[in-house]
């Protein structure tokens, strides 16, 4: 009577306490915990600058706007990233370029970023992809050599360290997110960086200068969000979203089933109006919690890596991501190829194990980017990939499950050729 989702959410202990207990004090929607979180989270990134924002696609946004970058200007992104930061460019006034990656960190190829460089180009957007860190050292090489700014997108490596320095201190700024499935859950909202005063005083300017949410809305959307949470634990998620992917995956790809629920694309200019919030107190209040836990949390994840790592290293037709020498992933996702991934989750949601096909985007397919095309055959392969679960609160016994059902599941996959996919 237990089913394994592909997502689980780090929750603050004591949440509808403190959203409670916030309520009746008076404190929920303004306070002093705002600018605490923003304190304790720079103390932690080792920054002297951190501004909080209500979604990360505005951070990048208020970033951008704060560097006052000519429109028309050219600013490249890996192929694979969330399409809502390319589209915040292109709402910016800016053109996004994108680039392919590299087959087996799934992250930004150093090597195609001089080949996009025009005259045009003043930005390079090295995005963490599934936690783990870029190639930091030749993509400020680069963007030095050129005068380019880079901007680090960190909505999935907090806490991940590039040879001993967390990620988002290497570019001129960086920004991160707080959406209810990231390393920190505050139910919404993101966070800003920067060791620049000047772009850390426009940010703010403009992140302050929103308008705060109303109060009942914002209680609805964390009780939900709270609700659904509860919802991915193995035997409520066996009598919830289980059910439904099992059926489907006898009329196709159950994985389209939770496309439908992803938000739409579209342009995003103007920008929508529930974007222009501002950053609330209760949202820093399970912030402080969050970023207290978050080492802790990011240790139980790469155990669980680390596990599948021993497990799964000898299967002819699964080859595990390589992470840079040097640097530690917080394994926000554990993201594997498959000689055929379709049938391996076909067959492990029909065992009661969720397996992601997806979680982000490959950019330069998208109808929203068909003026940017540009071919990225590596990105584009990430359609044979599947991330396995590997939470911070996923029990023992379930992990021991997955493994053995995926072993078990992939034996008569054909032999994966890994060579093709390997750069060293």
Not at 16 to 33: A, F, V
Not at 178 to 206: H, W, Y
Request: aromatic letters at 12%; one cysteine or more.
């Amino acid at each position: 009577m237990r089913a394994i989702s592909r997502y689980s959410a780090r929750m603050t202990p004591g949440t509808l306490l403190i959203l409670m207990s916030s309520y009746l004090k008076g404190d929920l929607l303004e306070g002093t915990e705002i600018q605490e979180f923003e304190k304790d989270f720079a103390m932690y990134q080792e920054l002297p600058y951190a501004i909080s924002t209500s979604y990360g696609r505005m951070a990048f946004y208020y970033i951008l706007k704060a560097m006052d970058i000519p429109e028309g200007s050219e600013i490249i992104f890996p192929a694979l990233t969330f399409w809502v930061v390319p589209a915040m460019a292109k709402a910016a006034g800016l053109k996004p370029v994108f680039i392919d990656i590299k087959p087996d960190t799934y992250n930004m190829d150093p090597a195609k970023i001089e080949e996009a460089i025009t005259d045009k180009t003043r930005v390079i957007v090295p995005t963490h992809v599934y936690g783990h860190p870029c190639e930091m050292d030749e993509i400020m090489e680069i963007a030095d050599r050129h005068d380019l700014i880079v901007i680090e997108d960190c909505a999935h490596a907090m806490g991940s360290t590039y040879k001993g320095r967390k990620v988002g201190t290497f570019g001129k700024a960086a920004f991160t997110s707080f959406q209810s499935l990231k390393s920190i859950n505050c139910f919404g909202g993101s966070m800003a960086m920067t060791s620049d005063p000047n772009i850390a005083s426009k940010v703010r300017e403009q992140s302050y200068g929103q308008p705060l949410p109303q109060k009942f809305p914002l209680l609805k959307k964390i009780f939900m969000d709270y609700v659904e949470t509860k919802l991915l634990g193995p035997k409520a998620f066996f009598f919830s979203g289980f059910p439904i992917l099992y059926a489907y995956s006898f009329t196709g790809d159950y994985n389209r089933v939770t496309i439908k629920t992803w938000e739409k694309f579209r342009p995003l200019y103007p920008t929508p109006k529930g974007y222009c919030k501002k950053f609330t107190n209760i949202q820093a209040k399970f912030g402080i919690r969050g970023l207290e836990m978050l080492d802790h949390y990011n240790d139980l994840v790469r155990s669980n890596a680390h596990e599948y790592d021993n497990a799964l290293n000898d299967i002819p037709s699964i080859m595990l991501p390589r992470i840079i020498p040097g640097t530690v992933s917080n394994y926000y996702q554990y993201c594997v190829r498959v000689s055929d991934a379709y049938t391996l989750s076909q067959r492990a949601i029909r065992k009661g194990i969720d397996l992601c096909n997806l979680h982000i985007d490959i950019c330069p397919t998208l109808e929203l980017f068909s003026e940017e095309y540009s071919h990225c055959p590596n990105a584009e392969s990430m359609k044979n990939t599947l991330q396995l679960p590997a939470y911070s609160d996923l029990k023992e016994r379930d992990l021991r499950w997955i493994i053995k059902e995926v072993k078990q599941l992939s034996r008569d996959l054909p032999p994966l050729d890994k060579s093709r996919y390997t750069t060293g």
